[in-house]
Nanobody
């Protein structure tokens, strides 16, 4: 399994970015996929992921601002990030759990004030 992210970049506070992750390899569905992020000096934290009942769980700090979506046929998940804040600056990682965790290479998101 390989996960390839795209869409990171730099934006001013209040702006928007969309991240995408496309998975390749032998796995059944995107139900185990999500996004995490890691800021310098901090632990990796949940941004959004699909949970067991198919709903989306969001990290508290992004609720109401970020929207997770997925296309099972294309094995792609996306993260629409609105109203970005400087504290959203981090490396964002695509994640898949399929027997074991898989991680993408990460994409940098930088939000300036």
């Amino acid at each position: 399994v390989q996960l390839v992210e795209s869409g990171g970049g730099s934006v001013q506070a209040g702006g928007s970015l969309t991240l995408s992750c496309t998975a390749s390899g032998s796995f059944l569905s995107i139900s185990g996929m999500g996004w995490y992020r890691q800021a310098p000096g901090k632990q990796r934290e949940l941004v959004a992921r699909i949970v067991d009942d198919g709903s989306i769980r969001y990290g508290d700090s992004v609720k109401g601002r970020f929207t997770f979506s997925g296309d099972n046929a294309r094995k792609t998940v996306s993260l629409q990030m609105n109203s970005l804040l400087p504290e959203d600056t981090a490396v964002y990682y695509c994640y898949l759990y399929y027997g074991r965790p898989y991680w993408g290479q990460g994409t940098q998101v930088t939000v300036s004030s």
